[in-house]
């Protein structure tokens, strides 16, 4: 599977920006799809994740900001992401899960996306 995250950018606190992770080649509609970020010198963070099922879990830090979907027709997930604040800045990832656990853990992913960055000005 291979997954391509795109939409970042440049954003004003409180703004919004939609991330998309598409699948080329094999279908990725059998896996969990989750975002994950990374700021400078800090751990990569679990952010969002969506079953085959389309049941959503989402990390402490974008309750209620953030809303992950998918459109199994697309092969695509998107991450909308709602009042950001300058703590949201980093490079975001998406990547698939085939173990149908572990959804909120960087381990738990065998394939990952490129990353798109995320920067919300201070």
């Known amino acids: 599977v291979q997954l391509q995250a795109s939409g970042g950018g440049l954003v004003q606190p409180g703004g919004s920006l939609s991330l998309s992770c598409s699948s080329s080649?094999?279908?990725?509609?059998?896996?969990?799809i989750g975002w994950f970020r990374q700021a400078p010198e800090k751990d990569r963070e679990f952010v969002a994740a969506?079953?085959?099922?389309?049941?959503?879990l989402y990390g402490d830090s974008v309750k209620g900001r953030f809303t992950i979907s998918r459109d199994s027709t697309n092969d695509t997930v998107y991450l909308q992401m709602n009042s950001l604040t300058p703590d949201d800045t980093a490079i975001y990832y998406c990547?698939?899960?085939?173990?149908?656990?572990?959804?909120?853990?960087?381990?738990?992913?065998?394939?990952w996306g490129q990353g798109t960055q995320v920067t919300v000005l201070q």
């Open positions: 969506i079953k085959w099922d389309h049941s959503p």
């Open positions: 080649g094999r279908s990725f509609d059998s896996y969990a």
């Open positions: 990547a698939a899960n085939n173990y149908w656990s572990d959804y909120d853990v960087p381990f738990g992913y065998d394939y």
